[in-house]
């Protein structure tokens, strides 16, 4: 439901569809900027966020406006990624897309009137798995330097059980979770892929990232997961 708050704040934003060239194909990306850009610093701060839905629930206009509210109470811009879903588009065609798109964007710092040392990337649920493998992809390539990522309860362990990730308080049936294991992954040796599970990765591969703001929801599933996550963080 789109209230009439959440109307106010996409009228104050400013947003245009923009294509942007991955090694998957062209990807849609949503430019979303505050509508009054005077006040803006110049060359401006960039978030990257990738959308939520278990790899294959599609974009929805509330992720504009929580993309708007974002640009508008942060001044910054914001890019908001259309990524590619499963089960059309499996493990790990959506998760280099992103990287793709990420690194498009220090690429094209200028042209975007960024300033490519504050760019931050972040996502919600299978986004938050997209904000923790692409910064470990890009720890280990050298080819960008995030400021920082966030992680909305995010999923980063694919290879426990949905089943064993449950408690009578979680919101998630063990069904759903399943579900979007199998469209995503298709078949089980990807689940312990670490850039499926970034929980899996070594050790030595979460070293020297950049500061991560990490979220968790009381009765979701993924929320010990998260915890387990921040704990390899905090050793590496």
Same mark, same amino acid.
């Given at each position: 439901?789109?209230?009439?708050?959440?109307?106010?704040? $996409?009228?104050?934003?400013?947003?245009?569809?923009?294509? %942007?060239?991955?090694?998957?194909?062209?990807? !849609? %990306?949503? #430019?979303?900027?505050?509508?009054?850009?005077?006040?803006?610093?110049?060359?401006?701060?960039?978030?990257?966020?990738?959308?939520?839905?278990?790899? %294959? !629930?599609?974009?929805?206009?509330?992720?504009?406006?929580?993309?708007?509210? $974002?640009?508008? /109470?942060?001044?910054?811009?914001? $890019?908001?990624?259309?990524? !590619?879903?499963?089960?059309?588009?499996?493990?790990?065609?959506?998760?280099?897309?992103?990287?793709?798109?990420?690194?498009?964007?220090?690429? /094209?710092?200028?042209?975007?009137?960024?300033?490519?040392?504050?760019?931050?990337?972040?996502?919600?649920?299978?986004?938050? /798995?997209?904000?923790?493998?692409?910064?470990?992809?890009?720890?280990?390539?050298?080819?960008? !330097?995030?400021?920082?990522?966030?992680?909305?309860?995010?999923?980063?362990?694919?290879?426990?059980?949905?089943?064993?990730?449950?408690?009578?308080?979680?919101?998630?049936?063990?069904? #759903?979770?399943?579900?979007? /294991?199998? $469209?995503?992954?298709?078949?089980?040796?990807?689940?312990?892929?670490?850039?499926?599970?970034?929980?899996?990765?070594?050790?030595?591969?979460?070293?020297?990232?950049?500061?991560?703001l990490i979220l968790i929801a009381g009765q979701d599933p993924l929320r010990f997961e998260a915890q387990r996550y921040a704990a390899k963080l905090?050793?590496?």
């Open positions: 439901i789109i209230t009439p708050e959440m109307k106010a704040d $996409l009228a104050a934003a400013t947003v245009t569809e923009m294509s %942007v060239p991955t090694r998957v194909g062209p990807a !849609r %990306v949503l #430019r979303v900027e505050p509508s009054e850009t005077a006040a803006l610093p110049s060359p401006r701060p960039l978030f990257i966020i990738f959308h939520g839905g278990g790899f %294959v !629930r599609p974009y929805h206009e509330r992720d504009t406006v929580f993309c708007a509210q $974002l640009a508008k /109470n942060v001044g910054c811009l914001v $890019l908001d990624v259309d990524y !590619r879903l499963a089960p059309e588009h499996h493990f790990p065609t959506a998760v280099l897309e992103c990287y793709d798109i990420v690194a498009w964007a220090f690429e /094209n710092a200028d042209e975007l009137g960024v300033d490519p040392s504050k760019i931050a990337i972040g996502g919600h649920s299978a986004g938050g /798995n997209f904000s923790a493998v692409i910064t470990m992809m890009a720890q280990q390539s050298g080819d960008v !330097r995030l400021l920082g990522h966030v992680m909305d309860y995010p999923f980063v362990d694919g290879v426990t059980p949905a089943s064993e990730k449950l408690d009578d308080r979680s919101v998630m049936p063990v069904w #759903r979770m399943e579900a979007f /294991n199998v $469209l995503y992954a298709q078949v089980p040796e990807n689940l312990s892929d670490p850039r499926l599970s970034p929980i899996l990765a070594p050790l030595e591969a979460t070293e020297g990232q950049p500061p991560v905090i050793d590496a």
